[in-house]
């Protein structure tokens, strides 16, 4: 479904899935997989938007758990793309996927795939920048992707929807969460878009939730 020129929103399908999204320019970028079991599915929803497998030139993942990377190996093979990852990703890129599902009480494996290069601090799409913040907390390896052009965020399990990523997963911290959080809400967003549940559109509306999660931060945390 597209939110914004050039930007697709696919929602979450079920149980250990993920939102994935789709930014089209010189160099199409899709970030998030999600499970394996719901790619066929997420393809036929993208060639709706008329966007086929081929024309996705890159993969990124904003982090190693099994519902935002299961499905990065089998979308590598069907559309040629390559896959980029962060450097704060790959301490961890044999061991977090199982880790978590060990965690979770599920006997599963996520494929191993192939790396073809490392990005650190920009993306470079043509004439969209994607800024890579490492915002660690619900993981060490959680990264967002910031495009000052378009006012858009996509922040994993960072934040979500008057809520916040969870911490209990194997190298959580609660600490490193909250300072993620403040470094991206003195962002300029327009469009928050979440890894899970539904995404925040328009600059007050983004304000008001980050105001909500920093309480619940304060207060519970």
Known sequence: MRIQNGVYWYKEKGLLDANTYVIKNEITVLIDPGLENYLGLRLEEMQEDGISAKDIDLIVITHLHPDHCDAT????????????????????????????????????????????????????????????????????????????????LICGDLVFDKSVGRTDLPFGNKEELKSSINTVSALDTELLLPGHGAIIEGRSDVKRNYELVKTFLTTFF
Not at 79 to 107: C, I, N, W
């Open 73 to 152: 190996a089998a979308l590598k093979e069907v559309s040629g793309a390559k896959v980029a990852l962060h450097p704060s990703q790959l301490e961890y890129l044999d061991t977090m996927a199982e880790d978590a599902l060990r965690f979770l009480g599920v006997e599963a494996k996520t494929k191993k795939f192939d790396v073809d290069f490392v990005f650190d601090e920009r993306l470079s799409l043509g004439n969209t920048e994607l800024k890579i913040l490492h915002t660690p907390g619900h993981s060490p390896g959680s990264i967002c992707f910031y495009a000052s052009d378009k006012k858009i």
